[in-house]
Antibody
Framework: EVQLVESGGGLVKPGGSLRLSCAGSGFTFSSYMMNWVRQAPGKGLEWVSSIISSSYIFYADSVKGRFTISRDNPKNSLYLQMNSLRAEDTAVYYC????????????WGQGTPVTVSS | EIVMTQSPAALSVSPGERATLSCRASQSVSSNLAWYQQKPGQAPRLLIYGASTRATGIPARFSGSGSGTEFTLTISSLQSEDFAVYYCQQYKNWPLTFGGGTKVEIK
């Protein structure tokens, strides 16, 4: 089955760190750009970061310098290391796949919730 | 940053009626626009890419049009399963940006 499964979310204090993971299956993981998108409670979608390869990485300004995206193609896995977390980072974090050239995000995981609170 | 503005914020439609959703970009995105559907508690689902191409498995009642800065998603005859929130997204420039969403509600 073609799917993405996120893990690693949870409750963390402001200033803390968390590492999210996303496991892909049923497709050739290395052939796709991978992305993180988040959704704060009751709010809309916000793009967070994308990775094609280690040389082609993009971040939203809101997370630049605090979050690091990476991938391990042999393990079919995507990661998001989140440091210096703030209350406004509280959201459900989705990983999503996109073809190249980019044509939208055609496969999404179920999401993992992150809560930043003292 | 390209700002995406969706209107209306909410739309009340009776089953079987037509729904027209709008998305405006603050600068031209050519046809680099996607539409997503999101139901409560679920991940978004890609409906349309390239402004007008339906994604795999998307019913023909969903259609997209427009280019440049003005885009429209039309649902020709609303079914019960179509009541959801719809988002547009531009992928012309980084950062990728989404519109604020349009909630399609049952009238």
């Amino acid at each position: 089955e073609v799917q993405l499964v996120e893990s690693g979310g949870g409750l963390v204090k402001p200033g803390g760190s968390l590492r999210l993971s996303c496991a892909g299956s049923g497709f050739t993981f290395s052939s796709y750009m991978m992305n993180w998108v988040r959704q704060a409670p009751g709010k809309g979608l916000e793009w967070v970061s994308s990775i094609i390869s280690s040389s082609y990485i993009f971040y939203a300004d809101s997370v630049k310098g605090r979050f690091t995206i990476s991938r391990d193609n042999p393990k079919n896995s995507l990661y998001l290391q989140m440091n210096s977390l703030r209350a406004e980072d509280t959201a459900v974090y989705y990983c999503a796949r996109s073809e190249l050239p980019l044509n939208g995000f055609d496969l999404w995981g179920q999401g993992t919730p992150v809560t930043v609170s003292s | 940053e390209i700002v995406m503005t969706q209107s209306p914020a909410a739309l009340s439609v009776s089953p079987g009626e037509r729904a027209t959703l709008s998305c405006r970009a603050s600068q031209s995105v050519s046809s680099n626009l996607a539409w997503y559907q999101q139901k409560p508690g679920q991940a978004p689902r890609l409906l349309i890419y390239g402004a007008s191409t339906r994604a795999t498995g998307i019913p023909a009642r969903f259609s997209g049009s427009g280019s440049g800065t003005e885009f429209t998603l039309t649902i020709s005859s609303l079914q019960s399963e179509d009541f959801a929130v719809y988002y547009c997204q531009q992928y012309k420039n980084w950062p990728l940006t989404f519109g604020g969403g349009t909630k399609v509600e049952i009238k």
